[in-house]
């Protein structure tokens, strides 16, 4: 189970609910209080947009309705690092324990655990980093992705971001996996721990995921099975124009759990010649 402070939930979620439901509410202290506590919250990790459940990963709808509102609260300022200069409403950080190269950025409002490196990439507002985790060179982790401890995203991943509808689960990968260059992964499409995702494959709600390394296909949509070695591919589909691919991702094999994470990484890269 993950970090989520039911405690302080309680205290904010009807004042940020109220304040969503009526604009001008946001304008009385104790609601614009209730906004800027929420989003430190996230900032710091003690409440998070989505958290695993027995039945799976649950979003919490008013953390994106804060997240909303605080854009509403916030002017657009000019910030300065150096040289650098910016206009936006967020302003970005640095949080203790995280290596983060220029021009990486992280926005407040996300949290990033010890331990992680964000390189020239970006981690926008409501996401979640956990310990360990690798944001390669132009990697984006878009608002409220939730991604687990140990992950390494490569060279310009896509991870895609939802605020509206405030109900919509994120994009969530888990512990372990391995997302390759250039992938994508959007509509709140869960990523299973450990899972191996291929450079250039594009996950969407509706992207079929086929097991191939049985007999007959087995296929889901919205999630990566833990463990599984996935690649681009492509089907066949019948349209009024004749026959032509659609694309496609494709279980060709799974990683083993009686080796060592990394090792076992390396072997599945090795064995089914995927690329990263």
């Not at 910030?79 to 950080?93: P, Y």
Request: charged share 20%; proline share 5%.
């Amino acid at each position: 189970m993950t970090l989520y402070d039911e405690t302080l939930a309680e205290q904010l979620q009807p004042l940020i609910e109220e304040a969503f439901a009526n604009r001008e509410l946001i304008h009385h202290m104790a609601h614009r209080d209730a906004v800027h506590a929420a989003i430190e919250a996230l900032t710091k990790g003690s409440l998070r947009v989505a958290t695993q459940t027995a039945d799976g990963w649950v979003a919490h709808a008013w953390l994106k309705q804060a997240i909303l509102l605080y854009f509403a609260l916030c002017p657009v300022e000019r910030f300065e690092a150096g040289a650098l200069a910016w206009q936006d409403k967020i302003k970005t950080q640095v949080p203790p324990g995280v290596r983060v190269v220029p021009p990486g950025i992280i926005r407040y409002g996300a949290h990033v655990s010890k331990g992680c490196v964000v390189m020239p990439g970006f981690v926008n507002i409501g996401a979640y980093v956990d310990e360990g985790t690798m944001v390669d060179t132009w990697a984006t982790v878009g608002s409220c992705a939730q991604v687990g401890k140990n992950v390494h995203l490569s060279g310009g991943v896509g991870l895609g971001g939802v605020l509206e509808p405030p109900s919509a689960r994120p994009v969530v990968i888990e512990d372990g996996a391995f997302i390759g260059s250039r992938a994508v992964v959007v509509e709140g499409v869960v990523v299973e721990r450990e899972a191996v995702v291929g450079a250039g494959v594009i996950l969407t709600a509706s992207t079929p995921i086929i097991d191939v390394t049985k007999s007959e296909p087995t296929e889901w949509k919205g999630r990566v099975p833990a463990r599984s070695v996935v690649i681009a591919g492509t089907r066949t589909k019948k349209f009024p124009a004749g026959e032509f691919g659609v694309p496609c991702a494709l279980v060709i094999g799974e990683r083993k759990e009686s080796t060592d994470k990394k090792t076992s990484l390396e072997q599945a890269l090795r064995d089914f010649n995927v690329a990263v």
